[in-house]
């Protein structure tokens, strides 16, 4: 009897057990309430309703998180990438052994399309000595080219493409007299032959002078220091409009390769030079119509200024009644006249002289400031052209 009532209990007891277990583990799983304010319930419901909502953020924060400069930067781009071109050139080569001609790649660089006639502006030592060029727009056709004309003075050269007008966009053209030191500058060209690169910089100088092809001086560069490299050469320098200021043509470099400091030619000389090679193939000076001394000899007889050797007949220094260096009967030398300055700019070597004769035009008088016999006179000369 006392088994029987221990046994009962014990199933009494388990059986307790049991309920209590089963109301703690209901209680248990039941879901917390939680005080939720109004834009947490609007957040909650529009991300339930918006599975894609943190994937389209995060790419309106790629866009919205640009500043205002980037994006100008970026349409400056957009706009004027279409109208950089790459330029490639070859030449021809004998073989020592058999003669055969072969034509091989002699060289690379930029240029940009000034009309949409299809002439392409670039530096005349890009296409120098080259046999053929070829020129690369921006949807990656490419174009056989010809040569249109040169200046080597300016390192400058006009190709011409027959190239659909729809792809042709030219660019628009600044000015450069009042550029300032300071502002922001970009480059756009084809460095190491990698098609399509923008560089940024500011002006970091202006007036500079560098020397061209042909050796003489080129006056008034632009120093900047967007980078510019091999490949560059004959790309536009933009202004923060996307304007034209300047074609990219040299870089200052012990290594050759990109050390802060580049060149560009001022557009406004690019402005006087196209025309004329547009017109005529070669660059068209104002000229005296005189054969000067080189500078070797005047610095020997201690005389500044240009001793006038020879004039042209028929010409401008002829007219106006200029003397040249002569010789009488018992072969002595007779100076010609020495010209001291051009309308009041002082001269003193032949650079002097061309680059002063820059400023005027064919068939415009100046005033010639000469050394005569030892005296100062000036006489009015009316300018002619290069044949």
């Not at 209901?26 to 879901?31: C, K, R, T, V």
């Not at 040569?147 to 042709?168: F, M, R, S």
């Not at 700019?345 to 068939?363: F, S």
Request: proline share 5%; charged share 20%; aromatic share 6%.
């Amino acid at each position: 009897m006392k088994n029987i009532a221990q046994l009962i209990l014990a199933f009494c007891l388990l059986g307790l057990g049991y309920f209590v277990g089963s109301s703690w583990t209901l209680n248990n799983s039941e879901p917390k309430k939680v005080n939720i304010s109004k834009e947490e319930q609007q957040t909650l419901v529009s991300n339930e309703s918006n599975p894609n909502k943190e994937e389209s953020v995060t790419e309106n924060t790629s866009i919205n998180g640009l500043n205002a400069s980037e994006k100008a930067t970026i349409k400056l781009f957009e706009d004027a990438a279409p109208s950089v071109t790459f330029i490639t050139t070859t030449t021809y080569q004998r073989n020592f052994f058999s003669m055969n001609v072969t034509e091989i790649p002699s060289g690379n660089g930029s240029g940009f399309v000034w009309d949409q006639e299809g002439h392409i502006i670039t530096n005349y030592h890009v296409i120098q000595g080259a046999a053929r060029a070829k020129v690369t727009l921006s949807d990656r056709s490419t174009w056989p080219a010809t040569v249109v004309g040169t200046a080597p003075d300016k390192d400058l050269a006009v190709l011409k493409i027959e190239a659909p007008k729809k792809l042709l966009k030219a660019l628009a053209v600044g000015q450069s007299d009042d550029l300032l030191v300071g502002q922001s500058v970009y480059a756009i060209g084809n460095p190491f032959g990698l098609d399509q690169t923008l560089t940024t910089g500011i002006i970091s100088a202006l007036d500079r002078e560098i020397q061209s092809v042909s050796g003489l001086p080129i006056k008034g560069a632009i120093q900047t220091d967007a980078a510019i490299n091999p490949g560059n050469s004959g790309g536009p320098l933009l202004d923060s409009s996307g304007r034209l200021i300047g074609v990219n043509t040299a870089i200052y470099s012990p290594s050759g390769a990109y050390a802060g400091i580049g060149f560009s030619i001022p557009v406004d000389v690019v402005k006087w030079v196209v025309p004329d090679l547009l017109k005529y193939g070669k660059l068209q000076r104002p000229v005296l119509g005189i054969t000067p001394a080189n500078n070797q000899f005047m610095s020997r007889i201690g005389v500044e200024g240009i001793l006038v050797i020879n004039t042209t007949k028929g010409g401008p220094a002829e007219q106006a009644g200029i003397q040249p260096t002569l010789r009488n009967q018992r072969g002595e030398i007779i100076l010609g006249d020495i010209i001291k300055a051009i309308n009041n700019e002082k001269v003193e070597t032949n650079n002097d002289l061309l680059l002063t004769l820059e400023k005027y035009k064919a068939g415009q008088e100046v005033t010639v400031t000469l050394l005569r016999d030892a005296k100062e006179i000036t006489i009015p000369v009316t300018l002619g052209a290069t044949e």
